[in-house]
């Protein structure tokens, strides 16, 4: 197998020049199947890793094999796709490691969520990944180009493709997108028709697929593993299970990326710190921007917010320590 085909570039072979490798193209538990030079293979991990999970293979990771059948490094990644971790527990969750293209999937029917797309649009800005919204099942849709236009005002300088995967349609253009050995992946909500894409990209009933239920048009997890597949054109297509809860892991500066329009016009406003709510020379407000639109950026600006002062005990203290002295101030001098 020729790893150049499945990833392999001059960035990996610069962290770790000697040694055996290979690619996790899935992964069970403690079991992982490993594309290397001399095939597929099955592997698991060392126990330093076991006990390590800062350090745990994902699939898409390449790996350092000790006698072809021991994980025992994972080299660094050049793009990694994350969410905070479901629950109360404050960490990441490595959704895809070393993607080069992320398809962002949302569907032309009753579960189109402009809201929904830009929470992945700042994952997908903070994965490193070129980012393409796919707005699948196109056929259902009675205007697909207003769809478009309407989609390109969220998902700004973001390539947007309406396709069919039911009817086999527009799916030609994914290909444009990548090269030889760059891996893409496919993420999006239950029932958005990821798993029929990969289908209709096969030629093949590879991923089970189920309907949507009709009182609200969201699917059942058809897709429950991670894995890599080597498309016939040779580049390499990764099919994530659907996403319920998608809790962002990003750095608050992605969410300017992803709302480029509302950053731009905030550093015209007239004050550096511009709630854009009512200040006088405010260039946001001056700009009649969408009114839900503006709402999901001080939502998603809050959210983060509050996700670093619990990653973060200091700038938790701090953030606690102005707000008393706020209190103070104001019981000081109460209106009159």
């Not at 960035?11 to 030079?37: D, K, M």
């Not at 990441?92 to 189109?112: E, K, P, S």
């Not at 894409?197 to 009182?215: F, G, H, M, P």
């Amino acid at each position: 197998m020729d790893l150049f085909l499945i990833g392999w570039n001059n960035y990996f072979a610069s962290q770790c020049p000697n040694g055996r490798f290979g690619r996790v193209a899935l992964a069970s538990r403690e079991r992982f199947t490993i594309w290397t030079e001399r095939g597929e293979i099955e592997a698991t991990v060392s126990g330093k890793l076991r006990h390590d999970l800062t350090t745990w293979p994902y699939v898409g990771d390449w790996v350092v094999l000790r006698d072809d059948s021991v994980i025992v490094d994972v080299l660094p990644r050049r793009t990694e796709l994350v969410r905070k971790q479901p629950g109360k527990e404050v960490r990441q969750q490595v959704l895809a490691a070393n993607i080069d293209v992320l398809f962002v999937v949302t569907g032309l029917d009753a579960d189109y969520n402009p809201r929904r797309l830009e929470r992945y649009l700042v994952l997908a800005h903070e994965s490193r990944a070129r980012p393409v919204v796919l707005l699948n099942k196109a056929d259902l849709c009675s205007d697909p180009a207003a769809s478009i236009r309407e989609t390109r005002t969220i998902a700004l300088g973001i390539p947007v493709i309406a396709v069919s995967a039911l009817e086999g349609w527009g799916l030609d253009a994914l290909p444009d997108f990548l090269q030889k050995g760059e891996t893409a992946a496919l993420i999006g909500s239950s029932g958005a028709g990821k798993s029929t894409i990969v289908n209709r990209l096969l030629n093949d009933e590879r991923q089970r697929t189920t309907a949507v239920r009709e009182s609200d048009n969201r699917g059942r997890h058809t897709t429950t593993r991670r894995e890599l597949i080597l498309m016939p054109e040779g580049w390499l297509l990764m099919d994530l299970p659907g996403l319920r809860e998608l809790q962002l892991w990003a750095d608050p500066e992605r969410i300017d990326q992803a709302f480029d329009d509302v950053a731009t016009l905030a550093a015209q406003c007239r004050f550096r710190d511009c709630s854009h709510r009512h200040e006088p020379g405010c260039a946001v407000r001056a700009a009649n921007l969408d009114e839900g639109r503006l709402e999901s950026y001080y939502k998603l600006q809050r959210e983060l917010d509050y996700l670093n002062r619990q990653a973060d005990p200091h700038l938790a203290r701090e953030t606690r320590r102005r707000w008393n002295a706020i209190e103070k101030a104001v019981r000081r001098h109460p209106k009159r």
